[in-house]
């Protein structure tokens, strides 16, 4: 199992947080999905995953990611 955590500054309500996670959730191989509003981190883990995918899962949500 890995975990891959992002900086997504533009989140800021529990409908922000609700569309990131269902996008990663959708990403074959996330098995979990954590989204602090506060610090605008989101972290996924999972295994078979790549950060391309998870990227374009995050941009397919409507935001912007950067690795941490």
Not at 35 to 57: I, M, P, Y
Request: proline content about 1%; aromatic content about 4%.
């Amino acid at each position: 199992m890995s975990d891959m955590t992002y900086r997504v500054p533009g989140m800021s309500c529990g409908h922000c947080k609700q569309a990131v996670s269902e996008e990663l959730l959708a990403v074959e191989g996330v098995e979990s999905v954590d989204v602090d509003l506060e610090t605008k981190l989101v972290v996924a883990r999972g295994t078979g995953f790549d950060d391309a995918q998870l990227r374009a899962a995050i941009e397919e949500a409507g935001y912007a990611a950067a690795a941490v």
